[in-house]
Nanobody
């Protein structure tokens, strides 16, 4: 049901640009955050850029000044514009969505369950 459609990865020379896109569908709740994580070779998966429910944005230090995350015109769609790419930006980029599912409990009470979902990943390679 939940689906994250990723696009925009590829091979680019240092100094070049790429734009990643992620479209989320089938989310059974309210999205708290959506964005991108990166996993370089033999490393853990780290946050690159997230946009939150309140429209605040988080960037990895390495992304600040070069990457820009923004919402698309379609619902639950985000873009990551990556400029001045460096070899160290190379890795598999995963779209990430955090969302809250709320169900009715006793009387006026509600139960909230915070969940997350990952895309399949798209390869970004920065090399000459």
């Amino acid at each position: 049901q939940v689906q994250l459609q990723e696009s925009g990865g590829g091979l680019v020379q240092p100094g070049g640009s790429l734009r990643l896109s992620c479209a989320a569908s089938g989310i059974p709740g309210t999205i708290n955050a959506i964005g991108w994580y990166r996993q370089a070779r033999n490393t853990e998966r780290d946050m690159v850029a997230l946009i939150n429910k309140d429209e605040t944005v988080n960037y990895a230090d390495s992304a600040k000044g070069r990457f820009t995350i923004s919402r698309g015109t379609a619902p639950n769609t985000v873009h990551l514009q990556m400029n001045t790419l460096k070899p160290e930006d190379t890795g598999v980029y995963y779209c990430y969505v955090a969302y809250r599912v709320s169900t009715k409990g006793w009387g006026k009470t509600y139960n909230h369950n915070d969940l997350s979902y990952w895309g399949q990943g798209t390869q970004v390679t920065v090399s000459s």
